[in-house]
């Protein structure tokens, strides 16, 4: 069984530029939520997706989105870049099974800093 | 709202030493708690979570949490920490009616083992 993986591991952008990050989540996972983790900072809630379908959203504007694909990939999008998007972004895939006590197995992230 | 305080920001520890790591939690509504850990350059990795039940936790890697809902409190314990268990953990809430998937992280509490 393989783990949750994300890629690019660390990427650089310039502030107005957009950027794309992925994660894989663990088979058979069909929930995915991504978290943003300022420098010093615990996590943070962006969105969670179920079955392709956004199903719980966090304190984040809308240049901040997601996609989910059949095969449980995930994408997360960013839009119009700024500074304090500078952070390491995790995605967690979970079981299917009772929601809110499922497990949640994370990725080891993806290190962005904007310039 | 919810929210999660780590009262501690560094415990620094002797080997063999026991250890505490404090997390103190507000929430209006019955809530699920976690505690994860994350070591350098890798993402979260689940300790213990407490749903409901038990109010003593037991985890991996020999921790174990008590819940206190008169004092809002899930406090994570080892009774002999070894060098590596040098990391940063994190204490995190869900409610029972919130967003699937919804974690609410403290800030964390970086564990330092020292020999």
């Known amino acids: 069984e393989t783990g949750v993986t994300q890629s690019p591991t660390h990427l650089i952008k310039t502030r107005g530029q957009q950027v794309t990050l992925r994660c894989s989540s663990q088979s058979g996972h069909n929930t995915v939520s991504w978290y943003q983790q300022a420098l010093g900072q615990g996590p943070q809630f962006i969105f969670q997706?179920?079955?392709?379908?956004?199903?719980g959203r966090g304190n984040f504007p809308p240049r901040f989105s997601g996609l989910q694909f059949p095969n449980y990939s995930s994408e997360l999008n960013v839009n119009a870049l700024e500074l304090d998007d500078s952070a390491l972004y995790l995605c967690a895939s979970s079981l299917p099974g009772t929601g809110l006590t499922d497990t949640q197995y994370f990725g080891p992230g993806t290190r962005l800093t904007v310039l | 709202a919810q929210s999660v305080t780590q009262l501690d920001s560094q415990v620094p520890v002797f080997e063999e030493a026991p250890v505490e790591l404090r997390c103190n939690y507000s929430?209006?509504?019955?809530?699920?708690l976690f505690w994860y850990v994350q070591y350098p350059n890798q993402g979260l990795q689940l300790l213990l979570k407490?749903?409901?039940?038990?109010?003593l936790v037991k985890g991996i890697n020999g921790f174990e949490a008590e819940f206190n809902k008169s004092q809002t409190s899930f406090h994570l314990r080892k009774p002999s920490v070894h060098i590596s268990d040098t990391a940063e953990y994190f204490c995190?809430?869900?409610?029972?009616?919130?967003?699937?998937?919804?974690?609410?992280f403290g800030k964390g509490t970086k564990l330092s083992v020292k020999p």
């Open positions: 929430s209006s509504v019955s809530v699920y």
């Open positions: 407490y749903l409901s039940g038990s109010t």
């Open positions: 997706y179920y079955r392709e379908e956004e199903n």
């Open positions: 995190a809430v869900s409610d029972y009616g919130g967003s699937q998937g919804n974690l609410i």
